[in-house]
């Protein structure tokens, strides 16, 4: 029996059980701009109980093409407090912890531990791509205190999701040059869509100019990332596709790919 009538409609997908159950799991978001936002709104209409939300950014016009908590009317205010009143306003007994400084090498390894709120269950690092410093020393604190991370890769009309379990390799190893510029041309599938404009993807690649990105690719990642949470908790978390397998799907091109990353075969 769903007692919650907010949440009753979910019940059919999920069972009486597993929603009582999403009240007790914590999740980190590490960025609510693109598909970070839409994550935290998701798992808030999902009915999960905990929420630690890190962003020290604010909107602003360019944010608008998929960022879910860009309005005329937020713009300059901070993303954090935008997405946490959306995830409120959804669910106020939901326990929402925010980091106005966002993702520290200073607060990342106290975030995880475990005090006031519990350790989360599951960290979604979708920070920006400038942001490798941050995303180094979060996920090397997740393999440390044995957290499962992920990160959503918005592509188009599509996304890619890798998860990483806690004794995959270092992100640095993966992800990092040697010079400290992240590596996306090796986070991302063997083939993008078909319709991306070469000369911007070249740009964002050799880290000039922006990502070019959509409002469908940002929806599309955060799904699959709240899917692959939810397969980790209803199937456990040895039935998560984890590096170096990754998921990829475009709608335009119509191509869902499982696959291993090609520098790991």
């Given at each position: 029996?769903?007692?919650?009538?907010?949440?009753?409609?979910?019940?059919?997908?999920?069972?009486?059980?597993?929603?009582?159950?999403?009240?007790?799991?914590?999740?980190?978001?590490?960025?609510?701009?693109?598909?970070?936002?839409?994550?935290?709104?998701d798992l808030a209409r999902l009915g999960f109980g905990y929420l630690t939300l890190a962003d020290f950014d604010v909107y602003e016009l360019h944010n608008m093409n998929r960022q879910v908590g860009c309005y005329e009317s937020?713009?300059?205010?901070?993303?954090?407090?935008?997405?946490?009143?959306?995830?409120?306003?959804?669910?106020?007994?939901?326990?929402?912890?925010?980091?106005?400084?966002?993702?520290?090498?200073?607060?990342?390894?106290?975030?995880?531990?475990?005090?006031?709120?519990?350790?989360?269950?599951?960290?979604?690092?979708?920070?920006?791509?400038?942001?490798?410093?941050?995303?180094?020393?979060?996920?090397?604190?997740?393999?440390?205190?044995?957290?499962?991370?992920?990160?959503?890769?918005?592509?188009?009309?599509?996304?890619?999701?890798?998860?990483?379990?806690?004794?995959?390799?270092?992100?640095?190893?993966?992800?990092?040059?040697?010079?400290?510029?992240?590596?996306?041309s090796s986070m991302l599938p063997p083939r993008v869509g078909s319709y991306f404009v070469k000369e911007v993807v070249d740009a964002c690649l050799e880290g000039r100019?922006?990502?070019?990105?959509?409002?469908?690719?940002?929806?599309?990642?955060?799904?699959?990332?709240?899917?692959?949470?939810?397969?980790?908790?209803?199937?456990?978390?040895?039935?998560?596709?984890?590096?170096?397998?990754?998921?990829?799907?475009?709608?335009?091109?119509?191509?869902?790919?499982?696959?291993?990353?090609?520098?790991?075969?």
């Open positions: 029996m769903i007692r919650d009538e907010r949440f009753q409609r979910n019940q059919g997908v999920l069972s009486p059980a597993v929603i009582a159950q999403l009240a007790h799991v914590h999740v980190l978001i590490a960025g609510v701009g693109g598909s970070g936002g839409q994550v935290a709104v937020t713009l300059g205010q901070p993303k954090l407090d935008v997405v946490a009143r959306m995830c409120s306003d959804i669910n106020p007994e939901l326990k929402i912890r925010k980091v106005p400084e966002g993702i520290t090498p200073e607060n990342c390894r106290e975030l995880l531990a475990g005090s006031a709120f519990p350790a989360p269950d599951f960290v979604l690092e979708v920070m920006d791509l400038s942001a490798v410093s941050a995303k180094i020393c979060l996920h090397d604190a997740c393999r440390e205190l044995n957290i499962t991370a992920m990160t959503g890769i918005m592509l188009g009309f599509g996304a890619s999701l890798i998860v990483f379990a806690p004794d995959a390799p270092s992100f640095r190893r993966l992800y990092v040059h040697p010079d400290g510029r992240l590596d996306l100019g922006h990502a070019p990105t959509c409002v469908i690719g940002a929806t599309t990642a955060a799904a699959m990332m709240v899917t692959e949470i939810m397969r980790g908790l209803l199937l456990g978390k040895a039935a998560m596709t984890t590096w170096p397998q990754y998921l990829y799907v475009d709608f335009f091109d119509r191509v869902s790919v499982c696959d291993t990353f090609p520098s790991a075969r």
